[in-house]
Structure formats: C-alpha cells, structure tokens
C-alpha cells in the first residue's frame, strides 16, 4: 500500500503547474482488487452498448425508462444528500433513520461503500489539486498531454491504482458509528439489490422474462453506469472546464459547469461547493438548480433535518473571485 499523504516539502514546493512528485510512479492494486473495479466499472458500460444495439429502431419500454429514471434519482440523492453533504461534510444533521436510508441508497450507486467514498472524498478536499489529492487533473501537469492523462486519472484512472486512503484517519468518526460501519459491511449485498430489484419489479409489471431482463439493463446497468459518469465527471471535468465565480484554496481550480447541473443534482456547481464545503446548497447564486438542496429544504419542513447550513448572504459575497481577502479560516472539509 502506498502513502496516500505526501511530504509537507512536496506539498510546499508544488507550483500548480509541474506534474505531482511521484506522478509516473504507479504502483498496480493488487489482482482481485483490479478485477473487482474493472467488473464495476466495465460491465455497466457494455451493457450501455449492448442496450443500444438491442433497442435500435424498436425505442425502449416507457416502464423500463421510468424504473430507471426511479433509481437513478434514489441511488443518486443518496450519494449527493447522503454520501457527500450528511456523511462527508456534515451540512445538516438527519434524524437516524434518514441517515440510513440515505446511506443504504448511496450504496446501491456501485461508487464503493460509504466509509471509503467519504474517507477518499475528505482527503480530496484536504489536498484539492495538490500532492496528496487522489484523484487531480493535474496531476501530470498543466501541459495538453499532461492534463489529457490528468482527466483520465481524475475520471475513473485513480480507481485502479494502489493509493488507499486510510478510513481511520479520514472518517472516524463514521467507523465508529455503528449503523454506518454496518450499511459499509452490507456494501456488495446493497449492490446485488440494486440490480435484483429492476429485475424483479419488471418481471412483475410486465409478467414476462423479457421485460425483467430490459428492465435490468436499463433501471440496473445503465443507470449505475450513467451515475458513475456523472460522478466521476465532477472530479475529473468540474476542475478543469467553467466558471470560477468563488475564491477557493490556493492551488484549487474546482469549476461550476452548468451543462451537468441537473444530472448531477446539483453537485456541478463544484466551485460553489469547494468554496463552501460545509454549506448544504451548492448553487450559491441566484438561478443555479440544485435539486440536493430542494430535498434538504423538503426534509427540513418535514422535521427530518435540522442544524442546516444555509448560505450565508454575506458571507457568500465575501467568497466573491473579485472581493478582497478577508478571512482564510476554511480550511477543513468540514
Ligand atoms: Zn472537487
Ligand atoms: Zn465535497
């Protein structure tokens, strides 16, 4: 296993420019590890292909389309509102049973269990697009050959490589909570569910095997695939291409792109959210969709959330690109 930390001199010295010390180093995973990404990440995507081909000219089964845009939006609001806003960032406080459909639902988003997903997502807020960040576009640096490798790595390239981040360091507190170190335990049961369950309800609305098995291929592999992608996409595109109306950390070059704000349900707006990690709104300006933040808001009338934190009207001003410095105090993820 690798260091996932580098030396504070390498992190000192960076320019935002050269390639990460170390970059070229790339110590493979170990087999079953590989095999296991490469099915998760690989399968989805052949099925896409396989779908395409298979419904040419016929269109697919509005069922098929409906169960799938279902889970997407379940699996995909567990990951946003549960994984990254609750679990990682702590932007709101969920009553318990909340906490854990939201982390049971994330699960089912095939993106790794909970603890690893915050732990990995903490540590990227901690080192964003420095030394130490697993998963940088810049790594290889900011030449046109260095930043295509760098988007690569960013999307889905850092998943194979030996770089763990250790959960003890990065979510303790999640480890020593129970009922998340159980939903973690539960991980590859909560991933076959999220496959069955497609299976089964098109089989039952359709009564046939042959709309079980399209409803698996859409509501199953093709919604994790696209999720995954969206996903993926704010690390690897939401810090290279948009806007950057907020001032962030040295070095960070965290980006809002518009384009993928719905699909992303809100989590494109990733220059809001890296200026403000702790705020449960990423869309800090007026006009920006944010679905996440609408369901926080409906839970939070219905007595499910509390403690959330809302953007600061002149607070959010101060982070303005072009406001004066007036305080650096943010420097935690949480
Ligand atoms: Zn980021
Ligand atoms: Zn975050």
């Given at each position: 296993?690798?260091?996932?930390?580098?030396?504070?001199?390498?992190?000192?010295?960076?320019?935002?420019?050269?390639?990460?010390?170390?970059?070229?180093?790339?110590?493979?995973?170990?087999?079953?590890?590989?095999?296991?990404?490469?099915?998760?990440?690989?399968?989805?995507?052949?099925?896409?292909?396989?779908?395409?081909?298979?419904?040419?000219?016929?269109?697919?089964?509005?069922?098929d389309?409906?169960?799938?845009?279902?889970?997407?939006?379940?699996?995909?609001?567990?990951?946003?509102?549960?994984?990254?806003?609750?679990?990682?960032?702590?932007?709101?406080?969920?009553?318990?049973w909340?906490?854990?459909?939201?982390?049971?639902?994330?699960?089912?988003?095939?993106?790794?269990?909970?603890?690893?997903?915050?732990?990995?997502?903490?540590?990227?807020?901690?080192?964003?697009?420095?030394?130490?960040?697993?998963?940088?576009?810049?790594?290889?640096?900011?030449?046109?050959?260095?930043?295509?490798?760098?988007?690569?790595?960013?999307?889905?390239?850092?998943?194979?490589?030996?770089?763990?981040?250790?959960?003890?360091?990065?979510?303790?507190?999640?480890?020593?909570?129970?009922?998340?170190?159980?939903?973690?335990?539960?991980?590859?049961?909560?991933?076959?569910?999220?496959?069955?369950?497609?299976f089964?309800?098109?089989?039952?609305?359709?009564?046939?095997?042959?709309?079980?098995?399209?409803?698996?291929?859409?509501?199953?592999?093709?919604?994790?695939?696209?999720?995954?992608?969206v996903?993926?996409?704010?690390?690897?595109?939401?810090?290279?291409?948009?806007?950057?109306?907020?001032?962030?950390?040295?070095?960070?070059?965290?980006?809002n792109?518009?384009?993928?704000?719905?699909?992303?349900?809100?989590?494109?707006?990733?220059?809001?959210?890296?200026?403000?990690?702790?705020?449960?709104?990423?869309g800090?300006?007026?006009?920006?969709l944010?679905?996440?933040?609408?369901?926080i808001?409906?839970?939070?009338r219905?007595?499910?959330?509390?403690?959330?934190?809302?953007?600061?009207?002149?607070?959010?001003?101060?982070?303005?690109?072009?406001?004066?410095?007036?305080?650096?105090?943010?420097?935690?993820?949480?």
């Amino acid at each position: 296993m690798t260091i996932s930390e580098p030396p504070v001199k390498d992190r000192q010295d960076y320019d935002g420019r050269s390639p990460f010390p170390g970059a070229e180093q790339h110590p493979p995973a170990n087999g079953v590890q590989v095999g296991l990404t490469a099915a998760i990440v690989v399968l989805p995507f052949i099925a896409l292909v396989v779908a395409i081909f298979a419904s040419w000219g016929q269109g697919i089964a509005l069922t098929d389309l409906l169960l799938a845009a279902i889970f997407y939006v379940v699996t995909g609001l567990g990951v946003t509102i549960g994984f990254h806003r609750l679990l990682t960032h702590g932007s709101f406080t969920a009553r318990p049973w909340l906490r854990v459909v939201l982390a049971v639902a994330g699960s089912m988003g095939f993106q790794g269990n909970v603890l690893d997903w915050v732990a990995v997502h903490r540590r990227h807020h901690a080192f964003t697009d420095r030394p130490g960040d697993p998963h940088s576009p810049y790594r290889y640096g900011t030449g046109l050959r260095g930043q295509l490798r760098g988007l690569a790595h960013a999307h889905l390239g850092w998943l194979f490589s030996d770089d763990r981040t250790p959960i003890t360091r990065y979510a303790p507190d999640l480890l020593a909570d129970r009922a998340m170190s159980r939903v973690a335990r539960a991980f590859p049961a909560l991933c076959a569910l999220s496959l069955t369950l497609p299976f089964l309800l098109g089989w039952a609305i359709s009564g046939t095997l042959y709309g079980a098995l399209t409803a698996f291929l859409w509501a199953g592999l093709i919604r994790v695939a696209l999720l995954q992608h969206v996903t993926w996409s704010v690390n690897s595109l939401c810090h290279v291409i948009g806007s950057r109306p907020f001032r962030t950390r040295r070095h960070d070059r965290s980006t809002n792109l518009w384009p993928l704000a719905l699909l992303s349900f809100g989590e494109s707006w990733h220059n809001g959210h890296h200026s403000e990690p702790t705020c449960a709104r990423h869309g800090l300006q007026r006009g920006q969709l944010d679905p996440s933040a609408a369901m926080i808001r409906l839970f939070e009338r219905l007595g499910w959330a509390s403690d959330v934190h809302w953007p600061d009207p002149a607070r959010i001003l101060r982070r303005r690109a072009r406001a004066p410095v007036i305080d650096s105090s943010d420097d935690r993820y949480r």
